[in-house]
């Protein structure tokens, strides 16, 4: 799997290492110390990815985020130096697909940044399978998701949660089995990762009047609500 990673950090250490790591696993890293520049590398280079940390001086990351997002649906793996909810929160609200907390193993971030571009990929490959449920209308080919007559814009991570849902509307599924559709077998990520993108899916169907969309069966799982307009 080729791609090109932009790793965004004012520690020289983590660019390091970090560049290290995606390098060695066969993707091609740009770098940038902070927000401005990576910005300008953003709009010069094209990356099939960002590593993006939150803590970058002048110019967050959560703002670097926040611009890009104006124009861009380039996956965005945040890095940060605290374990705090409200930053997964706000990072997952603000348009990114996976987060990593300071210190992290370089060979998971890598594992991450292979699950991402493997799922983008996947909702990238061309089909001819559009997914009702109720009102809400989801095309992979497209990678398109609408309620009604309106556009709801999802992260890839986002996507392929909503996806993975309303191919089985009547059925509950785990946490955990939704952990292992986002990133594969062989990495551990907290259900709170899970919570947060379904938080934050909820918040876009309510935004265009779709406010039963996704149910939680309280000690079992998740499923799909009946997607009419509210």
Known sequence: ????????DDDPNIREVTGFAVEKAGFETLFAENGLDALKTFQRAQPDLIVLDIGLPEMDGLEVCREIRKS??????FLTARDEEVDRIVGFEMGGDDYLTKPFSPRELVVRIKA?????????EPT????????LRVDPERHQCRF???????????????????????????????VDALYGHNIHVSDRTIDSH???IRAKLSQVGCADGIV???????RMGTCKAT
């Open 198 to 200: 379904i938080r934050n």
């Open 1 to 8: 799997m080729a791609g090109r990673i932009l790793v965004v």
């Open 148 to 178: 009604g007559d309106n556009d709801v814009n999802l992260t890839a991570s986002e996507f392929t949660l909503l996806s993975v849902l309303m191919a089985r509307p009547d059925h509950v599924m785990s946490r955990p089995s939704l």
């Open 72 to 77: 861009a649906t380039v996956p965005i793996l």
């Open 128 to 135: 001819d399978r559009i997914v009702v449920c109720g009102n």
């Open 116 to 124: 991402i571009l493997k799922r983008t990929a996947c909702s990238a």
């Open 216 to 222: 939680t069966v309280h000690g079992v799982g998740l």
